[in-house]
């Protein structure tokens, strides 16, 4: 896990399986906020924060040169563990840094 302090954004990483799989049970979510469907929807980076859970801001590539920035919030099991997203931020670029949204 990244070092980080409460409540604070960790460094951005490199996306790995357990993000995509992340990714793969928002999906649905994230498309009915953006009113579309995604012909791609791979995860490339993220950087989380700790909360009453996990907060993951997530770089996902949605195919051609567009780009996604999804906030999800994976609660505590003592909340209930799911998964939830909290907002969207549509038309990025690979090169949009991360930040707090």
Partial sequence: AAAMSCGGLSKTEEADEDTQKICDQVR???EERAG????LFRA???RSQVVAG????IKVHVGG???VHVRVLHKFSCYGGELEVSK???HKTLDDPIEYF
């Fill in 44 to 46: 490339i980076s993220y």
């Fill in 54 to 57: 996990t907060n993951y801001f």
């Fill in 28 to 30: 649905d979510q994230v």
């Fill in 88 to 90: 969207i931020q549509l």
């Fill in 65 to 67: 040169d567009d780009y």
């Fill in 36 to 39: 579309k469907r995604f012909d």
